[in-house]
Every structure is written in structure tokens, then in C-alpha cells.
């Protein structure tokens, strides 16, 4: 990766606006649940958004989290190994994305790698594993570690099945959000196309 000088004008402008997204508190949040998720395989980082990134960013600390949300021996990341090399770090970032999509994460709801790997959109980072830290209390398979009021329950499908005689008995009802015709008239309306009186 080419090592990007500061930024000016409009697009420090935006990447300020990008960094006051970030929350603290949420990171936090997502530490917790990371270090209780993972057990004793992870060490936990120093509190600020800059140490928050390098832990997350060689990918281990993602696979190793998204691993454990399935069956012992059935995760998706069949191997994580610590690397300095770039490339392999964004390979590991990009394993965990694809697991999380097909964990049931929506696509237009995951970060892309560089937002890690640079740190450009840490915002975007958190709100990927608060997501799937909801999807994972939400599915409730008994795989989920830490506190489930971290995060909030994703809602569900509630399908109703109305018999015939319901559908039909509904049919004749005038529901009020529609209006209602009761004390309506046209006492004192002037007919169409009088001029307006101004006094």
C-alpha cells in the first residue's frame, strides 16, 4: 500500500466527518464481547481508535471471532495464522467479510478491507461487528458469549395465517384510517369558481 500523505480541503473535510462517527463507548462494547466470544486466545488491546485498529487489523482476531459463532470444527476459516505481510492480513480481513456475508450479515452492511487495514473508516468497522454481534443474539444458538443486552435483537419474521371466514369478514369493514364520512357536509361551501373574497 502506498503511504498516503495528509489530506486538505474536501477531503480532509470528509475524512473528519468519517472520523467523528467512531464511538468509544461502542468500542468498548465490541472489546468485551470480542475477548468473551474468542475466550483466551486474545489479549486485550489499550482503549483509542489507533490501537482498537491494530488489533483488529492482521484479520486473526475477525476469523478467530467468527469461528466461534459456528460449531466447534465447522467455522468457515479453516486456517488463521499471524502475518506481517500485507497482503496476507488483507486475505484474513477479506475471509472474515465473506464468512460474515454468508453468516447473514447484508452485503451493504460490511466494511471493505482497506476501511480496516488503512484505519480510513473505523465507523464502518464497528458497525459491521455490532451487526453481527445482533445477528448472533438473534439467532439465539446457543453459541453467542457475553451480556445480549450489548446488542440489540435483530426482528424477526411473525406471519399470521387468517382463515377464509376472517379474510372475508375483513373485507366489509371500513377501517378508519381510511376516513370516515360522519358529520361531513358541504353547509356554507361557495360553488366552484367564485372568486376568492379578499377584504
Known sequence: MANRGPSYGLSREVQQKIDRQYDPELEQILVQWILAQCGGDVKQPEPGKDNFQQWLKDGTVLC???NSLHPRGQGPVAK???SAMAFKQMEQISQFLQAAERYGIAATDIFQTVDLWEGKNMAC???TLMNLGSLAVTKGDGLFAGDPNWFPKKS???R???SEDKLKEGQSVIGLQMGTNRGASQAGMTGYGMPRQIL
Do not use: C, D, S, Y
Request: net charge positive; glycine share 0%.
Open 160 to 162: 399470521r395465517v387468517f
Open 64 to 66: 478467530r471471532l467468527i
Open 80 to 82: 488463521i495464522q499471524a
Open 125 to 127: 468497522v464497528q458497525r
Open 156 to 158: 424477526q419474521e411473525n
